[in-house]
Nanobody, 123 residues
């Protein structure tokens, strides 16, 4: 069983920055961030593979968002710079503890989810 604790959401003006944190208990093969805006499907934002440190990003956030990890704290972070109003969404931390062979952006890959943290970007 893996438990996740998210923090760091909030409201910011366009061009601003926020950092999301996700602390996990238990084994994690990879950890990702997803987001869901009202009326839209949940989409993958970024992922980090814990052992290799490899990272992948959605095209919409490349160059603006950075995912990183702190192995000692079993935590991952999402630094979001140059935020845009279209980044407004509920952000969810997700864990794959089994190493499922699915694309990182597939929700089915992940078997644990955080409660979500709201990010609101105003223009």
């Amino acid at each position: 069983q893996v438990q996740l604790v998210e923090s760091g959401g909030g409201s910011v003006q366009a061009g601003g920055s926020l950092r999301l944190s996700c602390a996990a208990s238990g084994h994690t093969y990879c950890m990702g961030w997803f987001r869901q805006a009202p009326g839209q499907e949940r989409e993958g934002v970024a992922v980090i593979y814990r052992a290799s440190g490899s990272t992948y990003y959605a095209d919409s956030v490349k160059g603006r968002f950075t995912i990183s990890q702190d192995n000692a704290k079993n935590s991952v972070y999402l630094l979001m710079n140059s935020l845009k109003p279209e980044d407004t969404a509920m952000y969810y931390c997700a864990v794959d503890s089994r190493g499922r062979a699915l694309g990182w952006e597939r929700e089915q890959k992940y078997n644990y989810w955080g409660q979500g943290t709201q990010v609101t970007v105003s223009s």
